[in-house]
């Protein structure tokens, strides 16, 4: 299948990158959830530089024009020196497991530890806080795409039966 036209990026992007992030959050995966957020986060970078969908080495700048490009403020303060993309994207999706540097937590933040804060070097991050700004995040990049405001990029993508 051949992911070309504005409806189906859209489409795309609310099923297969929103929807994964959400139904591992429903189905109490915290650690899946922030993982599976840490990849759809570069997949919607892919969206916004002017390589090929399937670049290589591509990883970290993508992750990084995303959060500076779609989330809120505090998100490209979180990850000066790429700190996000190494303590969450990188190092759970390779090792499957937090750094000692982060602390995942389900739920909102909490009044003496807010999401994105750090305490003696460990950054916490909310599941719930976070979703909400990656859904933030993924509706500003479909509106741009339904305002024709990014030049899509065609996705090959096998099927997927459920």
């Not at 409806?7 to 929807?19: A, N, P």
């Not at 759809?40 to 969908?53: F, T």
């Not at 509106?143 to 096998?158: E, F, M, P, T, W």
């Amino acid at each position: 299948m051949l992911i070309s036209s504005s409806e189906q990026h859209i489409e795309f992007l609310e099923k297969q990158v929103l929807g994964s992030v959400k139904k591992t959050f429903d189905d109490n995966q915290l650690l899946f959830g922030f993982m599976v957020m840490g990849q759809a986060i570069e997949i919607m970078g892919s969206y916004l530089d002017d390589k090929p969908m399937r670049a290589k080495q591509q990883s970290l700048k993508r992750f990084s024009i995303a959060i500076n490009r779609l989330f809120p403020k505090s998100y490209r303060d979180a990850n000066q020196s790429s700190f996000l993309y190494y303590q969450l994207r990188a190092c759970m999706t390779h090792m499957f497991v937090p750094t000692a540097r982060l602390s995942l937590n389900a739920g909102r933040q909490t009044k003496e530890k807010p999401h994105l804060y750090v305490k003696e070097g460990v950054m916490y991050l909310y599941s719930e806080d976070f979703l909400s700004d990656f859904t933030s995040a993924v509706q500003n990049l479909q509106n741009r795409i339904s305002a024709g405001k990014l030049k899509l990029k065609n996705i090959s993508s096998g099927e997927i039966n459920s």
